[in-house]
């Protein structure tokens, strides 16, 4: 979910993608953030991204971004 968000797909889009509500896509996603400690979309999608690019790294893929 956090990779759908992080790549600006919106709740309404992802929600179908996983079998949940819209409003459960927002729910996880605000849990989510506040397990990070991210306080809006936008830095969570820096953070999604940033954890994304460290992660391809990690599996040989390209460098991260902010090593």
Excluded: W
Excluded at 4 to 29: D, H, M, V, W, Y
Excluded at 59 to 66: A, E
Aim: charge should be positive.
């Amino acid at each position: 979910m956090l990779a759908l968000e992080a790549k600006g797909t919106s709740n309404r889009a992802i929600a179908p993608e996983l079998f949940i509500s819209e409003a459960t896509a927002q729910t996880q996603l605000t849990h989510s953030y506040g397990k990070l400690g991210v306080k809006d979309t936008t830095r969570g999608r820096l953070a999604d991204a940033q954890a994304a690019s460290h992660s391809a790294g990690a599996l040989g893929g390209s460098q991260p971004c902010c090593a």
